[in-house]
């Protein structure tokens, strides 16, 4: 079973994204602390090949950093934020585990942040800090550590629930390969969470298990929850339908002048 927890840094420019009206916002795609940027690559290149203007930050050496992990995440994606056109309002998207970070990236951003989409990803408690890893979870991963770290994220589970994550073998090595071994005490931490965060659009796009009881909070919080049937790293299989939401999400949020 898979727990609810959750590209090289860049910017592509462009004005629209498919075949709709141009996109009025940059779009800021954040991966979980648990595995790499690659695990956004083919959203990536279908909104940057439609145009859209984007940054993926990398944060896959967010532990180097030490504790307090959130602050190096806030802080890495606040500075690709600033590689953003200042004329354009930012949307943060973030997959899985970094939805927990969404709060502390919307403090530390030197801009307003126009909304934050969460991809089947772990919701930030209402108030107060939020555990990074439940007791559950920590129970099950201690017992894992070697040399001080955890073993990469897809080393955890049953062949039977992790290949079905990847389209084909060769981009679950290329995943797999750039995953960060974390320690344990990055799972032990918490996450601040600051007032009036959230005083933003946000909405949620539910791929699948184990994540519906977290899409069913979001619309109990008033979030617009969408969905994409799939596994848990769906937008590895179909990153055109992936893409395509968000664009969606992104142009009812900030629709285009005029």
């Keep these: 079973m898979v727990f609810a927890v959750g590209v090289t840094d860049g910017v592509a420019a462009g004005g629209h994204v498919g075949h709709g009206e141009p996109v009025d916002a ?6 979980s602390p648990s595995v790499g940027p690659l695990t956004w690559a083919p ?53 899985s585990n970094a939805g927990l970070f969404v709060p502390v990236i919307v403090e530390a951003a030197r801009r307003p942040v126009a909304g934050c989409l969460f991809v089947d990803a772990a919701l930030p408690a209402r ?3 939020t555990a990074v890893a439940p007791p559950e ?16 994220w897809t080393a955890w589970w ?64 008033g979030w617009d929850v969408d969905q994409v049937p799939g596994l848990h790293l769906h937008q590895l299989v179909d990153p055109d339908a992936v893409a395509a939401r968000i664009a969606a999400t992104v142009d009812r949020w900030c629709p285009p002048a005029g």
Excluded at 26 to 31: D, F, K, Q
Excluded at 137 to 152: C, E, K, N, S
């Design 127 to 129: 108030r107060g800090p």
């Design 158 to 221: 049953d062949e039977s629930d992790v290949a079905p994550m990847f389209p084909d073998p060769g981009t679950r090595r290329d995943v797999s390969a750039e995953q960060p071994r974390l320690p344990l005490s990055y799972y032990e931490a918490e996450v601040p969470v600051p007032d009036g965060w959230d005083d933003t659009a946000c909405g949620y796009l539910l791929f699948g298990p184990p994540y519906e009881d977290v899409a069913q909070e979001a619309r109990d919080r």
């Design 137 to 152: 979870l920590l129970d099950f991963l201690r017992p894992m550590v070697t040399g001080g770290r955890l073993p990469q």
């Design 43 to 95: 959203v990536a290149a279908r909104l940057t090949a439609s145009g859209a203007v984007m940054v993926v930050p990398s944060l896959v050496g967010v532990a180097d950093a030490g504790p307090p992990f959130w602050r190096s995440v806030a802080e890495t994606v606040g500075g690709s934020i600033d590689e953003l056109p200042l004329d354009m309002p930012v949307v943060v998207v973030a997959h």
């Design 26 to 31: 940059a779009i800021v795609l954040v991966h």
